[in-house]
């Protein structure tokens, strides 16, 4: 469950103790980077973020190098072996790696952190917070005493902290209810509309997804590979063809399964897949905050429309129903219901709401910063997002828009998805079939990316 991305800038790479300086410096602006997990004795109450008394930065900050010239494709095996180990628990739930040698003048950030600390929006704004605006690094604005660590609190201590914890939830529910009899009318809309989206919700877990090659057991080995894109043309597809950004998204998915599919001998014929598609709910006075604020939504595929402007216009339309019905909101008073539930009731009810057998993929597209990022002075080229496999799914999709880019990072199980360069160019493909029948020119970013 860590999520990441592979950086690319240009320039030389900084020296590692002027990058650790670097981040240092940034530190106190992200304080839940200095937390670890602790589990309360007994389950008297759920896992609780502590300070890390060892807290060491140049353990989570790690430096290496690839045999000059590095190539990609070696940057990506680096990048595929580092997410193919799982972090320490007993640490906080994060690594950054400084990689030198990479040809042309460049250098790279591999980045690792788990869900639980950190989610594609919130990564967003923690990224505009490490890095500088500009060329010119900015000085952080910092207040109060040097950080110092809380000691870290005993087993009586966190099993009381875990009941505190439990005891204030039913205040919690007491004060909604005062909310309720002050307002009934907004908080009974509300409760009808939560109560149908859970339905709904319901309702969709009522059908699995159908038998793919991608739903498989996996291993513990990964492959990534990468496709370079315009943003504009997906605005270009957008505009001429109507959806959204990440209808033409899901399009290009649907468009480059459907041919990989058949090169693996599948009848595409009837065939649709289902995407899982990650849903932001954090409120704009949450961004700048750590954690997880997102729910899932069940996405169509439509791998059995041949022509791309009929596939899009099915996405377009199935979307627009999912987006009006009340799954969104169903599936976060799901979430809001779960905190009370006991913890071990609390894990079989995300699995559940999580279950791999109603979705054959995950498709997530994070919206980013739409001008350059720098670190040290050096611009940030190429931001490629790394999701994770869940159980018997051996390909995961991450999409990130970054300064006029729309960069795919492609995660695969190493044994499952041998072929997994040959998706990244059925993707490239499917793009250019939408591109021509909106009447663009051809991609100019179509640098070929093999895989690792």
Do not use: C
Not at 419 to 446: C, N, S, W
């Amino acid at each position: 469950m860590h999520i990441g991305g592979v950086l690319i800038f240009e320039g030389p790479p900084p020296s590692y103790e002027d990058f650790l300086n670097h981040i240092r410096s940034r530190l106190h602006l992200v304080p839940r980077y200095r937390h670890k997990l602790a589990v309360p004795p007994l389950e008297t109450g759920r896992p609780i973020w502590i300070d890390d008394p060892s807290f060491n930065l140049e353990y989570h900050v790690r430096h290496t190098a690839l045999p000059q010239p590095g190539s990609e494709e070696q940057l990506r095996a680096l990048a595929a072996r580092t997410h193919s180990q799982r972090l320490d628990r007993a640490k906080p739930l994060w690594e950054l790696w400084l990689v030198q040698g990479l040809e042309k003048n460049r250098f790279a950030l591999i980045s690792k952190s788990h869900h639980a600390l950190v989610d594609g929006v919130s990564g967003v704004d923690l990224m505009t917070v490490l890095f500088d605006l500009s060329p010119v690094p900015q000085v952080a604005p910092h207040e109060g005493e040097p950080w110092a660590a809380q000691p870290e609190p005993g087993a009586v201590a966190l099993a009381a902290r875990g009941i505190k914890g439990l005891l204030k939830l039913p205040l919690d529910v007491a004060s909604g209810a005062v909310a309720a009899a002050t307002h009934p009318g907004s908080k009974l809309d509300k409760l009808k509309e939560a109560l149908e989206g859970i339905g709904e919700v319901a309702w969709a877990g009522l059908n699995p997804a159908p038998e793919t090659p991608l739903n498989v057991p996996i291993g513990p080995h990964r492959r990534l590979s990468f496709v370079r894109n315009d943003l504009d043309d997906f605005k270009l597809v957008k505009n001429a063809l109507g959806g959204t950004v990440n209808d033409v998204v899901l399009t290009v998915v649907a468009g480059g399964l459907r041919t990989w599919l058949r090169s693996r001998g599948v009848r595409t014929e009837g065939l649709e897949l289902r995407a899982l598609v990650p849903v932001s709910v954090r409120a704009k006075d949450e961004h700048g905050q750590l954690g997880n604020r997102i729910v899932v939504m069940r996405g169509p595929l439509p791998v059995y429309v041949e022509d791309p402007v009929a596939r899009l216009r099915v996405v377009r339309h199935a979307m627009e129903d999912l987006k009006s019905s009340k799954q969104a909101v169903g599936a976060d008073a799901i979430v809001g219901l779960e905190a009370l539930a006991p913890p071990t009731i609390l894990a079989q009810a995300s699995r559940l709401q999580f279950s791999t057998r109603l979705f054959n993929l995950l498709v997530t597209n994070v919206p980013g910063p739409q001008f350059p990022l720098y670190v040290l002075g050096r611009e940030l080229e190429d931001l490629f997002p790394v999701a994770f496999l869940p159980e018997n799914q051996s390909l995961a999709v991450a999409v990130m828009s970054y300064n006029g880019r729309m960069d795919f990072g492609l995660l695969g199980d190493y044994d499952n998805l041998t072929d997994i360069e040959d998706f990244g160019q059925a993707l490239r493909d499917a793009l250019a079939e939408l591109i021509e029948a909106a009447g663009g020119k051809p991609p100019r970013r179509r640098r070929a990316a093999t895989a690792a």
